[in-house]
């Protein structure tokens, strides 16, 4: 007997992968500027991260293989600024949960053209209701389970343009799409990633040029009262990079930092 794949009631040959199935997969969003990606070998190494967490088979092979296919998308893309969507799932070999050892890597990417930043200096973030799951194994990685944040974004009525999210002891863990960096004397805050939330390559860059100024950058734990404290909140993201927050669920929060506005031009300048 043949196996066979229906896709809105008609038989198809469909590129099945278990990260279509069981959402096994790991994706990076890259922005692509000229023709160069931006932060590659950061994205690079949390992949690469991923693929050892989750044992994928072959992993050196099939890092080597997404750089391959990345400097084509980006000899194919050489003008304008584009944003790559680049996914690895696991290949489908049988049915069932437990991956086959000899299951590769199956690469598929999404390109479209950038369209602008949807989130702006002073922009308001306020808190979402829904709870962040929690998975030491998985904390840090990009991987393609990502019911938290749909349910996050739906289940939103307000008008902020982002949402944080808390974990179950109400232990601010990240945005929706971003993470959450903050400034008080001169310390560059972050939550700690060690149970749940993307490590996001953004928020690596800022905490390595914070640390190569010479200045102490913390990862801890942070609650909603410690946010208020602090003299200045941003988010960020491979797309964005840092940007400043003016609103705090209702709350005015200064979005002009001398430090701040350092990161930026630092970034700017990437
Ligand atoms: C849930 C979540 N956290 C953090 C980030 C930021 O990660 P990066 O800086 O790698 O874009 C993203 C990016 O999309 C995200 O979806």
Redesign the pocket.
């Known amino acids: 007997m043949t196996a066979s794949c229906w896709y809105q009631g008609q038989p198809q040959s469909l590129p099945l992968d278990r990260g279509w199935l069981y959402g096994d997969a790991l994706f ?2 890259l922005m692509l500027r000229q023709g160069q990606f931006r932060l590659f070998a ?2 690079l190494e ?1 992949l690469a991260l991923g693929f050892e967490r989750l044992q994928f088979a072959a992993a050196p092979s099939l890092l080597e293989q997404v750089q391959e296919q990345c400097a084509a998308i980006a000899a194919a893309h050489g003008e304008g600024d584009w944003v790559v969507r680049l996914q690895v799932s696991r290949q489908l070999l049988g049915r069932g949960y437990k991956p086959d050892a000899q299951a590769t890597g199956v690469i598929m990417a999404q390109v479209t053209p950038w369209a602008g930043p949807v989130l702006k200096p002073g922009l308001s973030l306020d808190y979402s209701q829904v709870q962040l799951s929690e998975q030491p194994l998985l904390a840090g990685l ?1 991987h393609a389970n ?1 019911l938290d ?1 749909v349910l996050a974004r739906q289940q939103y009525q307000g008008a902020a343009q982002e949402l944080l ?1 808390l974990n179950g002891q109400g232990q601010v863990i ?6 959450l960096l903050a400034i008080k004397n001169n310390v560059l805050y972050t939550p700690r990633l060690a149970r749940a ?8 860059w800022l905490l390595e040029q914070w640390c190569a100024w010479g200045l102490p950058v913390s990862e801890q734990l942070l609650y909603p009262q410690d946010l208020l404290a602090m003299e200045y909140l941003m988010v ?4 964005h990079g840092p940007v400043p927050v003016g609103q705090l669920a209702g709350h005015a929060l200064n979005p002009d930092h001398v430090k701040g506005q350092r990161l930026m031009a630092a970034f700017e300048a990437l």
């Open positions: 990076e969003t950061l994205h949390r990009k990502r944040q999210m990240c945005g929706t799409m971003t993470n939330g993307v490590a996001g390559v953004m928020r690596r960020s993201n491979a797309l």
